[in-house]
């Protein structure tokens, strides 16, 4: 409880927490900007777009303590809608991503109006449900064109200036999109906002006590989770210029909570570090063919059972310092 | 008269009766579902994984050892039962401290593992299985053929799971489950061991998805991905029946089975869709659930 009322009051704290964090931002930022001279640069822009993806879910279940089991269908909808728009209305890169972003955000009032009606469990189970529900939707309606998708998405001209289709305005767009992402969802959990979405987790009869319309933060954190999953899957869709209902299986909502939970809930950087390693492992343990869903199955378990704080978490634990 | 609404009164009756196979599952499986979260408070993901291992239980005994059906029945709910008591004694005990979404986690976890295995193993399309002779062929009632194994499955799944309400709510065993429900500590005190309890009770729910496997088994063919989807569905059943009461889940699986079955007939674009639109709108409606109660 004390541990409650500490972070419901924890503004003075931020200041020492900020310079770490910086430091730590800086290190990420280098990271990827040096990378691709080592690394493949397509799988570093999929890395940089599931890091968003799952930063995203990591703003649900790590500061509000919501687990959605269904953020694929939020991915799929800003790549399905961006994919539409840059490749059938023929509109430049940011208007796609814009569009994809908006009909995500537009998918998430809905659904979180639907699905903050239960909390715990039952949130987990809804947001299923209604992410199989999209699944199919998208599977028979005609524009996503079913099994094969959306093909050849153009990348198009950034404001009509930069050419997409080379890969490093690419890398670098990409880079700037989701290191925006990041610091976007930063400055949302260490907002006045955040400190009451934190509360809710700690306790919501308390801060619903203490006056705070709970169900009307827990949808606005609902909203800003699911358009960031939109930016994420819109993003993606351009780098990859395919949108495919792989994005909406449940299985992807599956992975970015597996991403998540190995790079640690509720830290700032977990689901970088968790989307490079789940993705870095699937990328060069190609050779594994179908033992890749048994092995996500046993990363789930031991994660649970012996390693529940996550790469950061442990990292940050060491240190003595929250990451 | 032969048709209804424009609507052949064969097909009608046809998806009907399909309408109450897939409720017989649905029941059978949000039933084991809430005698398990009852206890345990986890939603065991790992059930329909476990559905799978029944039908695959009654596929080995019929091609490795040649018992069949009846034995299988009764062999493969008890087997895979076995197995659940040493996934919880082993793995899920650890977390019964922990926030509940752990153990949601960890059989998510199982499920991926289970089926993964399977599919490397066996592929993904289906292993044939037989309906058992005494239940082969079908009664001609005036309007359709009613196949007698399908018959017996819908007969079957209503008695079990009319069984286990009567046991839960009518006996000593069932006090004692529903005491632990209410307040575990208190009934240790009463000198009934809990942590046995819940062993058995994990079992026991993991058991009747076993049996609902096998019973799909002549239906739906052995496949390892046949509790993939399914479990996605049941857990919309789950939301909508609220897991307060063992007849209200019951009923809210036969029942979804049958709304499913009439849109297939009506509007069959929608068909696959039915039960979670039907969950969005139970929860504006009433957030609890048709027989839930909201803590």
Known sequence: MTDARERLAGVPAQAADLRHHRTAFAVVAVFFLAAPLVLYPVFLMKVMCFALFAAAFNLLIGYVGLLSFGHAMFLATGGYVSAHVAKIWGLPPELAILAGTAAAAVLGIVAGMIAIRRQGIYFAMITLALSQMMFFFYLQTPFTHGEDGIQAVPRGMLFGLIDLSNVWAMYFFVFAVSAAGLLLIYRIVHSPFGQVLQAIRENEQRAISLGYKTDRYKLLAFVLSASLAGLAGATKVLVFQLASLVDAHWSMSGEVVLMTLLGGLGTVFGPVAGAFVLLGMENYLAQLGAWVTVVQGAIFVVCVLTFRRGVIGELGHWLKKPL | ?295
């Open chain 2, 1 to 295: 008269m032969d048709s209804i609404f424009g609507v052949p009164t064969q097909a009608l009756f046809g998806q009907l009766l399909i309408g109450l196979i897939n409720g017989s599952f649905y029941a059978l499986l949000s039933l084991g579902l809430a005698v398990i979260f009852g206890l345990l408070n986890i939603i065991n993901f790992a059930h329909g994984a476990q559905y799978m291992l029944g039908a695959f239980c009654a596929y080995f005994l019929l091609n490795k050892t040649g018992i069949g059906y009846w034995w299988a029945l009764l062999i493969a709910p008890l087997a895979v039962g076995l197995f659940g008591m040493l996934i919880e004694r082993t793995m899920l005990k650890q977390l019964y401290k922990l926030d509940h979404l752990y153990g949601l986690l960890l059989t998510f976890g199982l499920a991926l593992v289970i089926q993964g295995l399977f599919r490397n193993e066996f592929g993904s399309s289906g292993l044939p299985y037989p309906i058992p002779e005494a239940l082969t062929g079908g009664h001609n009632l005036e309007f359709m053929v009613l196949p007698n194994y399908r018959a017996w499955v819908v007969v079957a799944s209503l008695a079990v799971c009319l069984g286990t309400w009567f046991v839960i709510e009518k006996t000593k065993l069932g006090s004692y489950l529903r005491a632990g429900t209410e307040n575990p500590n208190l009934l240790r005190a009463f000198g009934v061991n809990v942590p046995r309890m819940i062993t058995l009770t994990y079992g026991f729910g993991v058991g009747l998805a076993a049996f609902a496997g096998v019973m799909a088994a002549p239906i739906y063919q052995v496949n390892p991905l046949m509790g993939a989807d399914l479990i996605i569905v049941v857990f919309a059943v789950v939301v909508i029946g609220g897991m307060g009461s063992i007849l209200g889940s019951v009923l809210t699986g036969f029942g979804l089975g049958v709304i499913e079955g009439l849109t297939k007939v009506f509007y069959p674009e929608a068909s696959n869709t039915v039960i979670f639109i039907v969950m969005a709108i139970v929860l504006i409606i009433k957030p609890a659930g048709l027989f839930g109660t909201q803590k």
